[in-house]
């Protein structure tokens, strides 16, 4: 039996910051990570994404990109190398290829049982993050029994695919950069379009990020959102971090031969059918950004910063008129779909009452309703930031705090 004072779980970019809090503050903690550090960024992305973030965001506790390029945008083996020097910069207590197979009260403590034996712990923090297990949607049981099934974390490059079209389904970050790449390989692309955020990549001289994390829209505070729920719900932002720090958005796609449609709907006899939503849906997206953009111009006004004049705003709502509705498979070719639809948390190993009716972990700001148990880098979990590398590390810095006075006895964990 090994006994630690706090045991993290998970080496990812929140495993890490909390380690490094933890370490300032004299805390004896493991890390345990089923893989190696920063395993998802290694072996669950495609082989061309980069960091959706300009390099200069990368900031973690005492930590911060130091390389010739801040405005680029790191490549994955770029991202584990980040990981792997933060984690030596500390000598983070982490041991690699341990698998956590279970997590229960034991008395006042907790019992964490592993691939490598259990650890004792006063507390345990889950920090396995907000992208875990892809979300794939019934209606992909619809579908013709030849068609292949991908989800992000499997796909790797075109040519790993079955000849034919593909059928992207989602458009975030992730449905338009595959997309884009599967048409750019030759691909007859169709994308199916829900709820999104479209975004330029860059506004008025700057990167779109530089603006808003310049007026503190990344540290809004649960707090701060007229609806939590609703702000947690929101989609990833249209966004490609490419060198050429191109604007990838749906009216782009289309212009080079990507078939874009509405909502998928449903998939029966061998036709997949399609909301007819597409006008509403893409008009919410402009009408969000023309938003967004008239706040960083009153913005910039309001602070006298120098800036290239606002170039007119060109909505792309009424382009997407004649969409089609329904698509038979077999006469588009589609061989294979790929399924953009988000992710969802699993513990399967976790036996402490603190589970909601859909399997996420209730928590108030990561502090749990069991004493001594945690939650770190779930999606807006204090700030909008809170699953970003940049944003990760002021909830491990306040949860850190917590777990100080906890161990010495002077608070409680209370959701």
Not at 231 to 260: F, K, M, N
């Amino acid at each position: 039996m090994n006994h630690t004072d706090c045991v993290v779980i998970g080496a990812g970019q929140a495993g890490l910051a909390m380690s490094r809090c933890l370490t300032d503050r004299g805390v004896d903690h493991v890390v345990i990570e089923r893989g190696r550090v920063a395993e998802r960024w290694r072996s669950e992305r495609w082989d061309s994404l980069r960091l959706l973030t300009p390099n200069w965001q990368s900031r973690l506790p005492g930590f911060c990109y130091d390389g010739p390029d801040p405005d680029g945008y790191m490549s994955m083996p770029e991202v584990v190398d980040y990981f792997e020097r933060y984690a030596a910069s500390f000598s983070a207590p982490v041991r690699s290829g341990v698998a956590v197979q279970s997590l229960r009260r034991d008395g006042s403590r907790f019992l964490v049982g592993t691939s490598m034996g259990d650890w004792r712990a006063r507390v345990v923090i889950v920090a396995t993050g907000h992208s875990d297990t892809p979300r794939v949607p019934d209606v992909a049981s619809r579908f013709p029994r030849d068609i292949t099934h991908v989800v992000p974390t499997e796909y790797r490059r075109p040519e790993l695919l079955p000849e034919g079209g593909v059928l992207i389904v989602g458009a975030s970050s992730t449905g338009i950069q595959l997309a884009d790449e599967l048409q750019r390989a030759g691909r007859a692309a169709t994308i199916a379009v829900g709820q999104h955020l479209r975004m330029p990549r860059a506004y008025r001289g700057r990167d779109i990020l530089w603006w808003l994390d310049r007026m503190g829209l990344f540290g809004e505070t649960v707090d701060q959102v007229y609806d939590l729920e609703v702000s947690r719900e929101q989609p990833s932002l249209q966004l490609v971090g490419h060198p050429d720090h191109i604007t990838l958005d749906l009216l782009g796609l289309r212009a080079r031969g990507v078939r874009v449609v509405g909502r998928l709907l449903d998939a029966c006899d061998g036709v997949a059918r399609f909301d007819d939503d597409l006008v509403a849906t893409t008009a919410a997206a402009d009408f969000k950004l023309a938003s967004l953009l008239s706040r960083i111009d009153r913005f910039i006004a309001r602070e006298g910063i120098d800036a290239v004049p606002a170039a007119p705003f060109e909505p792309h709502c009424l382009c997407f008129i004649e969409a089609e509705t329904s698509l038979p498979l077999e006469d588009a070719g589609i061989c294979s779909v790929i399924w953009a639809t988000g992710f969802k948390r699993r513990y399967p190993w976790l036996q402490v009452p603190v589970l909601d009716d859909y399997g996420e972990i209730r928590h108030s700001g990561g502090i749990t309703s069991e004493p001594g148990l945690y939650a770190l880098g779930l999606h807006f979990m204090r700030r909008r930031n809170s699953a970003f590398i940049d944003g990760v590390g002021d909830d491990a810095r306040a949860l850190a705090e917590h777990v100080t006075s906890y161990l010495a006895g002077r608070t409680a964990a209370v959701a």
